[in-house]
């Protein structure tokens, strides 16, 4: 069954620090959603990508977050410099090319903690 | 904007008991309602789905939903709690005007199971 790959796991950095993360989302999926899950909160949309370009980035901070998808296939989320705040799960999703009523499929998240 | 509430943030139901949560959605056009599942560290797994198709909706594991529009809810049931079920359950929506809108999450719902 296919799935969203992401990585690392986890991950411990020191603050103002720079943290990557990297999602690669299910085949052929042309929507690339990134959340950020803070602990006991639901996710919440960070960025979402279709194809290679930025659709929504409206709650991305952009003084220290970054998204890329370069080619519109895999994807890098940036934090630089990391503040303690920033610890949550970072959530990557997919799902097909625009299609109504569709859910997210989601990977297993990377588990952000800094110290 | 689309927005959900979970009612209550803890639930706690004996094993062999009903599993009963309840999402409200604040939206003059009835969305697209998601159930997903979060077990401790992982990522997001859907339980079901409703798509205006049809307000009983089955889904993975035994979990139905009934939508239910005078009441703007959208109900997770299971009939007989396990061991297994316990874990946090988030409501979502999304736009029914556009495609691929990005769901909106609630707050989740931990559910305990007692033996």
């Known amino acids: 069954e296919a799935e969203v790959a992401q990585s690392p796991r986890y991950k411990i950095t020191e603050k103002s620090q720079a943290v990557a993360f990297w999602c690669d989302p299910i085949s052929g999926h042309a929507t690339l959603y990134w959340y950020r899950q803070i602990l006991g909160q639901g996710p919440e949309l960070l960025v979402q990508f279709q194809d290679e370009s930025v659709v929504d980035d409206s709650q991305l901070p952009k003084d220290r977050f970054s998204a890329e998808r370069l080619k519109g296939v895999d994807s890098t989320l940036k934090i630089q410099p990391a503040e303690l705040g920033d610890s949550a799960m970072y959530l990557c999703?997919?799902?097909?090319?625009?299609?109504?009523?569709?859910?997210?499929?989601f990977g297993q998240g990377t588990r952000l903690t800094v110290v | 904007a689309q927005s959900v509430t979970q009612l209550g943030s803890h639930v706690s139901v004996s094993e062999g008991a009903l599993v009963l949560l309840r999402c409200n959605y604040s939206s003059s056009v009835p969305p697209y309602l998601f159930w997903y599942v979060q077990y401790p560290n992982q990522g997001l797994q859907l339980l079901l789905k409703?798509?205006?198709?049809?307000?009983l909706v089955k889904g993975i594991n035994g979990f139905e939903a009934e939508f239910k529009k005078s009441e703007t809810s959208f109900l997770l049931t299971k009939p007989s709690a396990h061991m297994s079920v316990a874990a946090e359950y988030f409501c979502a929506v999304s736009d029914t005007r556009s495609g691929n809108t990005p769901l909106v999450f609630g707050k989740g719902t931990r559910l305990s199971v007692i033996a």
């Open positions: 409703y798509t205006s198709a049809a307000t």
């Open positions: 999703a997919s799902s097909p090319r625009v299609l109504v009523n569709t859910e997210a499929f």
